[in-house]
């Protein structure tokens, strides 16, 4: 399993970006998907969380009504659309895979991309 996320940048407070995770190697009906960032000596931080097949999806609280998590079962493609960005949410933002359903700690997840920087400016 391949994963490569994308579309990270600078953008100022209350701005939006959308990150993308390409992946790649076999067929993911079976797995879930999520983001984690990371800040400067911080621990990684779960965000969202999907199931590939049925779209389920579980977002972090401290993300909720801003961000929103999909997928592009087409294009093998996961998504995190991030509106009203605060300076809290610079990270470097990593997606993931694993096996089975959803879930919102790292150490069930099995495939991690490169991450993708995200810096917000006050």
């Known amino acids: 399993v391949q994963l490569q996320a994308s579309g990270g940048g600078l953008v100022q407070a209350g701005g939006s970006l959308r990150l993308s995770c390409a992946a790649s190697?076999?067929?993911?009906?079976?797995?879930?998907m999520g983001w984690f960032r990371q800040a400067p000596g911080k621990e990684r931080e779960f965000v969202a969380t999907?199931?590939?097949?049925?779209?389920?999806?579980y977002i972090a609280d401290s993300v909720k009504g801003r961000f929103t998590i999909s997928r592009d079962n087409a294009q093998n493609t996961m998504y995190l659309q991030m509106n009203s960005l605060k300076p809290e949410d610079t990270a470097i933002y990593y997606c993931?895979?694993?096996?089975?359903?959803?879930?919102?700690?790292?150490?069930?997840?099995?495939?991690w991309g490169q991450g993708t920087q995200v810096t917000v400016s006050s």
């Open positions: 993931a895979a694993r096996r089975g359903n959803y879930a919102s700690r790292a150490p069930q997840y099995d495939y």
């Open positions: 190697g076999r067929t993911f009906s079976s797995y879930a």
């Open positions: 999907i199931t590939w097949s049925s779209g389920s999806a």
